[in-house]
């Protein structure tokens, strides 16, 4: 069986590949063959997409949160409820004991709504069929993840390492047939800094030095190795804040989640419903989606997802919101908008492929 190493470069877009931050990614990608990657309007469904070959509608896997029967109701989350990261950890040892394969901090969801909430996705990334029956090895942060085709061993990895860690984990085994990992500070410093920031270029250069490297050195042991370096979407810089929770009716009728660029609402009664209706219709940056946009950006409209779910037009961001509640946390730039060539990610490969994908069309090249 052919040796595959696949990298995600999260957040390093399409548009910011050049020689002069990324000289190893474009001379590799005019050596080879790259193709712009259609992105999805969404979250944790654009990873998942990727790997999987399923939308986030046949997944219905789109936001990292949705609205089901959840671990979160326990009462040992409220014990550290003063202390955002204890809460995180006592979170993650809630996934863990539910022997979930995806683990997630609670970021500032607010404690009210907690027991309403749980990760849309619980199942590990090496679940998927990619991975059945391979000897692979996946770095998913702080789960590192090997299988000899039968037996599966799990780790947690304490230490949050950086990218050049994480890769160096990886390619440092031997005798797998696919090595995958995510590695995440462009995305991280885009977020934090802007998409043009010194600091992002500075990232992108970082990233393309240590992928130089890595890289090489994997293709000298391995040769005749299929090297798929990808982005899962680009970013576009923020230029308008909304805080839309101060518009908010302070009742207990409904109950909503805020994320940076989506809203959904659940609710009891028709008369809230409509209330909210017509404050997000106040809002010119603020689309309602409808049951033709759900169709054209693959959002399976459900109870899960939301009875009203809506959504921001580029360059709009809502703050705060249930990720970032502080100004230091606050972004300055972001990803999650609907159909917009800006936001395209990347596919590089040493295979013939087409000048555009979707992120669902990806498997058939790689499997």
């Not at 518009?247 to 409509?274: A, C, E, H, M, Q």
């Not at 809506?310 to 919101?321: C, D, Q, S």
Request: proline share 2%; hydrophobic share 35%.
């Amino acid at each position: 069986m052919k040796k595959s190493l696949i990298i995600c470069v999260d957040g390093l877009g399409f548009d910011r590949l050049n020689e002069k931050n990324s000289p190893f990614l474009s001379e590799f990608a005019k050596k080879n063959s790259i193709a712009r990657l259609k992105t999805f309007f969404a979250f944790t469904g654009i990873e998942h997409s990727f790997l999987s070959g399923q939308s986030p509608a046949k997944s219905n896997i789109w936001l990292e949160f949705s609205k089901e029967d959840s671990i979160f109701k326990s009462k040992l989350l409220s014990l550290f409820s003063w202390n955002k990261r204890l809460r995180d950890y006592c979170a993650v040892f809630l996934q863990i004991i539910h022997n979930r394969g995806w683990l997630s901090g609670l970021h500032n969801i607010p404690n009210k709504f907690l027991k309403y909430f749980d990760t849309s996705m619980k199942r590990g990334l090496w679940e998927l069929e990619l991975f059945k029956d391979k000897n692979f090895v996946l770095y998913k942060w702080p789960l590192f993840v090997c299988s000899n085709g039968k037996k599966i061993k799990k780790r947690i990895i304490l230490k949050n390492e950086d990218d050049e860690e994480k890769l160096g984990r990886i390619i440092e085994k031997n005798n797998f047939d696919l090595y995958y990992t995510q590695l995440l500070s462009i995305d991280k410093t885009m977020h934090k800094y802007g998409k043009y920031s010194s600091e992002a270029d500075e990232a992108i250069k970082k990233i393309d030095r240590i992928l130089e490297k890595k890289v090489s050195d994997f293709l000298l042991k391995n040769p005749s190795a299929e090297i798929i370096l990808w982005s899962d979407h680009g970013f576009c810089d923020i230029k308008k804040y909304i805080n839309l929770e101060k518009k908010l009716p302070k009742t207990k009728d409904y109950i909503y989640f805020l994320g940076g660029t989506t809203v959904s609402f659940w609710f009891f009664n028709d008369r809230i419903k409509k209330e909210i209706e017509k404050i997000l219709n106040g809002f010119k940056e603020i689309k309602i989606l409808n049951k033709e946009d759900a169709k054209k950006y693959s959002i399976l409209l459900s109870e899960k997802n939301g009875e009203l779910i809506a959504y921001l037009e580029k360059g709009n961001y809502f703050f705060p919101n249930f990720y970032q509640k502080t100004e230091k946390e606050k972004f300055k730039a972001m990803h999650g908008y609907p159909d917009d060539k800006e936001l395209d990610g990347f596919f590089i490969n040493n295979l013939e492929i087409k000048k555009e994908l979707k992120l669902n069309e990806v498997l058939e090249k790689i499997k």
